[in-house]
C-alpha cells in the first residue's frame, strides 16, 4: 500500500496538474481510479511498473498480470446464442428433391454434350502449344493455324478488328453462300457479334430516331422473345406487335401485319420489321410463301427487315424446311434484292451447338447506304470487339469438317444425335400435352420450346388477381411451389387478352423430360380440381 500512497501523492502533485482550473477533477479522478483498480487487483498478484517521462506519468501491466487478464478472459466466455444448430430452419420442405430449370434454352447446363470437334479447335487456339500434340486430328490443327494466323500475335487474347477477325468473317460468307445455294455472300457485309442479341441490339440503335409520332416504331411478333421488348424500351422506340396465328400453327399473316402497320402510323413511324424463323416461344417454322409475303410487305411499306434465324439448324417436323430471309429475297429478283435492307442473326448458343457461353455470333446486313455501313462500323468499335474466342466457336459452326477429313464421321455423329434427339423430345411433349385436359399444344415444328396454351378457371383468375399477379404466373408459381419444376409465363413474352400460357424447353434428357411432362399434367388436373 506504501507505494500506492506515494504513486497518489506524486500524482496529486505533478506540476501538469498546478494552476487554476488546469486539471479540474479529471485527472485527479483517473489517478484515484488507476490507483483503487490496482488495490481491487491484488488479489490476482498483479504487478504494475512505473514509467516517468518528463511532464508524464502512466503505468503499463507487466507479463504476470498480463497472464492473469487472460485467465479471468477463459473463465468469462460463454457458448454462442446463436449457432448452425439453434437457428431458424429456413422454411420447410417441399414436395421435391431439386429445381428443374426449363425456363431457359441452355443445352449444355441441361445435360446435352459439347461437339467434339468445336472444342478441340476452340482449345488449340487457346493453348497453341497443344498443336504438336497427337492427340488431336489434323484438320481441327488446319482451323486452328487459320484462325490464329488471323489474330495478332498469332494469340487468341489480342482485340480483333471490331467487324471480327478477317477470315471468320470469309468462312461466314463462304459458309451462307452454301446454304443459300451459291446466293453470294460479301465478307465485308459480315459482322461478328457477341451472341446474335449484340447483332440485334446494334441495329436497332442505329435505326431508332425521331421524337413524337415520328419516333421509330419497331414492330415484334406476339408472342416474343423479350430481347426485342427489352431493346425497344431501353432505347426509347415505340414496340408496335403484330400477332401470330395460333389457330393456324403460329403462323404469320401479312393481314395482321397491316393492321398493326396502319395502326401504328397514328402515333409513331413504323420502320422496322422483326421476324423470329424458327420461332421463340412458339417453335413454329415459316412457309417459303409466307416468307415472300413478309418480304414483299417490307418492299412495299419500305420497312427494314431484321430476321432472327439462331435456331435455323433446329428444324424437327418433316413438312417443314428452313427457308432464309436473304436466299428468298435474292431469288424474288433484283426489284426485291437490290432494295430490300435485310439483317440476318445467328450464334453458336442454338442449333447443335448450343456453346450459350462462347457468346459467339454474326450478322449479315445487306443494301445498307454506305455511309451508314461505316457509322455502323464506329458504332462497332465502342465495344473494341466481340469475345475472339467466341468469333473462333463460331468459325467452327460455319467451317464444320466435310466428308474426307478425318474428324467428319464423328463430327456428323454428334451432330444428327443432338438433332434426332430434339427431334424426339418435340414429338414426346406435343403428344403428352396435348392428352392433358385443359392443355392444348401446336406442334414443334423447331426451335427448343414448347409454348402450350392452359385453361385457367375463372376461380384461378380471381386468386391471382387477389395476389396481384398474372393468372398464368400465378399458374407457374404454383407449379414451381407443387414439383419444383420453373418454366415462364406466358405473359412474360406477350398472349393475345384472355389466352394464357408457358413456355417450357425441351433439353431435358428424354428420360427426365418424361418426368417433367408426367409431373406437369399430374398438376394441372389437380389445380383444375381445387380451383373448379
Known amino acids: 500500500m506504501h507505494r500506492f500512497a506515494v504513486l497518489a501523492k506524486q500524482t496529486a502533485a505533478s506540476p501538469s496538474c498546478m494552476g487554476p482550473g488546469s486539471c479540474r477533477n479529471g485527472k485527479r479522478d483517473l489517478a484515484l481510479r488507476s490507483i483503487t483498480s490496482m488495490v481491487e487487483g491484488k488479489h490476482h498478484q498483479q504487478r504494475f511498473t512505473q514509467l516517468s517521462r518528463p511532464g508524464r506519468r502512466f503505468v503499463r501491466w507487466n507479463s504476470a498480470a498480463k497472464a492473469s487478464a487472460v485467465k479471468i478472459k477463459e473463465k468469462t466466455s460463454r457458448e454462442k446464442i446463436l449457432t448452425l444448430e439453434s437457428m431458424n430452419p429456413q422454411g420447410i420442405k417441399k414436395p421435391f428433391t431439386e429445381v428443374i430449370k426449363a425456363n431457359i434454352g441452355d443445352a449444355h447446363a441441361m445435360g446435352q454434350q459439347p461437339i467434339t470437334f468445336l472444342r478441340q479447335v476452340v482449345a488449340l487456339c487457346t493453348y497453341p502449344n497443344l498443336l504438336d500434340s497427337p492427340s488431336f486430328p489434323e484438320d481441327s490443327k488446319k482451323r486452328a493455324r487459320r484462325i490464329l494466323q488471323g489474330c495478332g500475335g498469332n494469340s487468341l487474347g489480342s482485340y480483333s478488328a471490331s467487324q471480327g477477325v478477317n477470315c471468320i468473317r470469309e468462312d461466314v460468307a463462304a459458309y451462307i453462300e452454301q446454304r443459300d445455294g451459291g446466293v ?63 389457330e393456324n400453327c403460329w403462323a404469320l399473316d401479312v393481314n395482321e401485319l397491316r393492321r398493326s402497320l396502319n395502326e ?91 456453346e450459350c457461353g462462347y457468346r459467339g455470333g454474326y450478322m449479315e446486313v445487306i443494301n445498307l447506304h454506305p455511309e451508314i455501313k461505316g457509322q455502323l462500323v464506329k458504332l462497332l468499335s465502342v465495344r473494341l470487339c466481340p469475345p475472339v474466342s467466341g468469333q473462333a466457336a463460331m468459325d467452327i459452326v460455319v467451317n464444320p469438317p466435310v466428308p474426307g477429313e478425318e474428324s467428319y464421321a464423328q463430327f456428323i455423329k454428334e451432330k444428327e444425335s443432338v438433332l434426332n434427339n430434339l427431334a424426339q423430345k418435340a414429338k414426346l411433349t406435343e403428344d403428352m400435352f396435348n392428352k392433358v385436359p385443359g392443355i392444348h399444344c401446336n406442334p414443334l415444328q423447331g426451335a427448343m420450346y414448347a409454348f402450350p396454351r392452359i385453361f385457367i378457371p375463372s376461380k384461378a383468375i380471381e386468386a391471382a388477381k387477389a395476389h396481384k399477379m398474372a393468372p398464368d404466373l400465378f399458374y407457374c408459381m404454383k407449379l414451381l411451389e407443387a414439383t419444383g419444376i420453373c418454366v415462364v409465363p406466358g405473359s412474360g413474352f406477350g398472349q393475345r387478352q384472355g389466352s394464357y400460357h408457358f413456355r417450357m424447353t425441351i433439353l431435358p434428357p428424354v428420360e427426365k423430360l418424361k418426368i417433367v411432362l408426367e409431373k406437369v399434367k399430374d398438376f394441372h388436373i389437380q389445380f383444375l380440381e381445387e380451383y373448379a
Not at 435505326?207 to 419497331?218: D, Q, Y
Not at 423479350?226 to 400477332?243: H, K, M, R
Not at 437490290?338 to 442473326?345: D, G
Open 264 to 354: 401504328a402510323k397514328a402515333y409513331c413511324n413504323p420502320k422496322v420489321l422483326c421476324i423470329i424463323n424458327p420461332g421463340n416461344p412458339t417453335g413454329q417454322v415459316q412457309s417459303r410463301k409466307c416468307i415472300e409475303d413478309v418480304i414483299h410487305f417490307a418492299w412495299e411499306e419500305q420497312l427494314f427487315l431484321l430476321a432472327d434465324e439462331v435456331y435455323q439448324d433446329n428444324v424437327y417436323s418433316e413438312e417443314c424446311e428452313f427457308h432464309s430471309f436473304k436466299k428468298v429475297l435474292y431469288e424474288m429478283g433484283p426489284e426485291y434484292y437490290s432494295n430490300v435492307e435485310l439483317a440476318s442473326f445467328h450464334s453458336t448458343s442454338k442449333g447443335y451447338m448450343g
Open 184 to 246: 453470294p455472300a460479301d465478307p465485308d457485309n459480315i459482322y461478328l457479334t457477341t451472341g446474335a442479341s449484340d447483332g440485334i441490339f446494334t441495329i436497332l440503335k442505329i435505326l431508332v430516331s425521331g421524337g413524337g409520332k415520328s419516333r421509330t416504331g419497331v414492330m415484334i411478333p406476339i408472342p416474343q422473345y423479350p430481347l426485342y421488348s427489352a431493346a425497344i424500351s431501353e432505347l426509347d422506340a415505340i414496340q408496335v406487335n403484330y400477332y401470330l396465328d395460333e
